[in-house]
Every structure is written in C-alpha cells, then in structure tokens.
C-alpha cells in the first residue's frame, strides 16, 4: 500500500503562484514499485484531468493548459513530487490530486486550489 499526503492548496489571486507538495509513504517494496507520479485536476461535473505527469528517471509530460506556466519535480530520496504553478488563473481552481502509478494507481485526497480573479 502507499499512502499519499498533498499539501500547498489554497486561496491566490490571478497572476499568482503556489506550490504543491505530495510526499508518498509506505513499506519498502511499495514506494520502490512507483514509477511515474503526478498532478490531476477536477472541477464539480467534469472528468479529472491530467496536469502533469513526471517519472522516476525525471522524464515529464504537460497538459497544454499547464505548458510554460507549471513545473513538476521530483526528489525521490524523499518519495515526493512537487508542482510549482505560476500565472495561475481563474481557470485554475480545481481539487488537484497526486497520484502514484506502482503495481496499481494511488490517488491522495486532494487538496483545493482556488484563484480568485
């Protein structure tokens, strides 16, 4: 099992940025089993959507709406990824969620970004 905690939500005006934190924890064999990790978004009544994705070798994958603005990283001694989004809109405000792909994919329980305009 690996559990994961998303911190770094919250309230910012439009042109502002905020940075997102997901640690991962749990046994041995499971954080050595994740591969890619990443940010996903959803507003009430649409799908969750991807925002970025990176991979334990560092190799990353933008949503459009994300390229240029947001950055994705990683530091895998401490099992966390990060999203540094910056010239946040309105847009924006969604329930970001972390997700780790292992044997089976891991989602946190989100944390809410909203931008106020």
């Known amino acids: 099992q690996v559990q994961l905690v998303e911190s770094g939500g919250g309230l910012v005006q439009a042109g502002g940025s905020l940075r997102l934190s997901c640690a991962a924890s749990?046994?041995?064999?499971?954080?050595?089993?994740?591969?890619?990790m990443g940010w996903y978004r959803q507003v009430p009544g649409k799908q969750r959507e991807l925002v970025a994705t990176?991979?334990?070798?560092?190799?990353?994958n933008y949503a459009n709406s994300a390229k240029g603005r947001f950055a994705i990283s990683r530091d895998n001694a401490k099992n966390t990824v990060y999203l540094q989004m910056n010239s946040l809109t309105p847009d924006d405000t969604a329930v970001y969620y972390c997700?780790?792909?292992?044997?089976?994919?891991?989602w946190g329980q989100g944390t809410q970004v909203t931008v106020s305009s």
């Open positions: 990176i991979t334990r070798r560092g190799n990353t």
């Open positions: 749990g046994s041995i064999f499971s954080i050595s089993n994740i591969n890619a």
């Open positions: 997700n780790a792909e292992a044997r089976r994919p891991y």
